[in-house]
């Protein structure tokens, strides 16, 4: 029987687009491949045509080593908080076992037109709580 894939974690290998002068993956494509790894898990989430939108409020990462080209590493999403009009994801990223860095995204629900925050939406708070960490 085939296993079902981990819709939480996502494996890249560090491409030379993402290393910067000191040989090390620069600090803004941890986020980038964060924001991917989160996107990978939110594109299986219920969808309502009333749906708001989600923008990022807040970030954040602690990193503990670097990556270096080539190097494979995992991206492994967890939902560490459901507010009424905020989510917030924790990525925690390691390579050989070891961790390599931990990164923080919170997400608010804004109504598409006026851009004012609105509640999440109950299916989207139900299906996320199976994310909880």
Known sequence: MEQAA???????RIPFR????????????YYA?????VAGLWRHRPEDAGDPVYLVRKSGCTFHRGLKLDDLARFKVSVTR???TSLTFAVAVSSEGRPVADLE???????????????VPQP????LKLFLA
């Not at 491949?33 to 790894?37: L, M, P």
């Open 18 to 29: 993402d290393i910067d002068m000191h040989g090390h993956m620069h600090n803004a494509a």
């Open 105 to 119: 995204i919170v997400w608010v629900a804004v109504d598409p037109a006026g851009r004012q925050p609105v509640n």
């Open 82 to 84: 459901i507010g009424a």
């Open 6 to 12: 981990d819709i939480t974690a996502s494996d890249i």
């Open 33 to 37: 491949h964060a924001e991917v790894a």
């Open 124 to 127: 989207v708070r139900d299906w």
